[in-house]
């Protein structure tokens, strides 16, 4: 998804810079990382985008859990600009953290420069979006069949909430469907009668089959959603999970799952 940031930013910097940010927005940290190295050294590359394409090579890198390469990112940025601080508005504590321990190391004898108060043109040239609150859908996060465990990225959890949700809804709507085809008057879900008490005590089994199966269904899509908002601003996981995506059929629509 592509996030105010990144929109802000697309008027302040040129398209291949644009580009590699919103490579980086969509999790896409391999590549990411291999635009913004290019960039780096590319005779093309306007001087005054050095400084952030930097920081967004030593993010990206970060992300990514290489140390090392996230270390040498953030000390050529700190040599491109002696007072670079990371805004812990924008990015994860704990590449905050990092960043400073490299900046400590790298400008022992320089004060820590006091944090900024966050603001639209600031946010805007910080370039990658949030990593700790990605711009998600609250609508999603509350859809059924583990829609909104997707679009966090926790993925096996999405999984589980599919197929017991699918599990749960089919199991009532089998046990409804049961019952009423019992009936010999009455039409589907009216009034009728049975043609024998052993199908009307069936169809009393049933019934209370179908009334537990929605009622499990309900819970689970209930606790889904709980599940789905809690967890919206949570950080992208290390490794890029499938996203969520509904594609309109013939028939309806349809939960798949995007791979990176």
């Known amino acids: 998804m592509i ?6 930013a697309a008027l302040l910097v040129s398209p291949a810079v644009q580009r590699a940010l919103d490579t980086y927005d969509y999790g896409d940290y391999p590549a990411a990382c291999r635009q913004l190295a290019e960039l780096r ?12 394409i930097l920081r967004s090579l030593g993010a990206c890198r970060h992300v990514q859990g290489e140390l090392a390469a996230a270390d040498e990112a953030f000390t050529a940025w700190l040599r491109f600009d002696a007072a670079a601080e990371l805004d812990p508005v924008v990015y ?4 905050v953290a990092f960043f400073r321990e490299v900046k400590a190391r790298a400008m022992p004898a320089a004060p820590p420069a006091p944090p900024k108060a966050p ?31 997707f679009q ?21 709507v089998f046990n409804l469907y049961r019952t009423e085809s ?24 049933s ?22 908002l809690t967890h919206l601003g ?12 509904l594609v309109p059929t013939p028939s309806g629509l349809a939960l798949l799952g995007v791979w990176p």
């Open 3 to 8: 996030s105010a940031f990144s929109l802000l």
């Open 41 to 52: 050294v590319a005779a093309s590359t306007p001087p005054a985008e050095q400084g952030l």
């Open 92 to 95: 994860p504590p704990e590449m």
């Open 119 to 149: 603001d639209a043109a600031s946010s805007a040239a910080d370039g990658p979006v949030n990593a700790a609150a990605p711009a998600r859908n609250p609508a999603l996060a509350v859809l059924p069949f583990g829609i909104g465990q």
């Open 152 to 172: 966090n990225g926790h993925d096996v959890k999405g999984w589980v909430f599919a197929a017991t949700d699918a599990a749960a809804l089919t199991f009532a």
């Open 182 to 205: 019992l009936k010999t008057s009455g039409g589907f879900l009216a009034g009728g009668r049975y043609a024998t008490d052993a199908d009307r005590q069936s169809a009393e089994q």
């Open 207 to 228: 019934q209370n089959f179908y009334v537990a199966g929605f009622a499990v269904f309900g819970a689970l899509w209930i606790y889904g959603a709980v599940d789905g």
């Open 234 to 245: 949570d950080p992208p996981p290390a490794r890029e999970s499938p996203r969520a995506a």
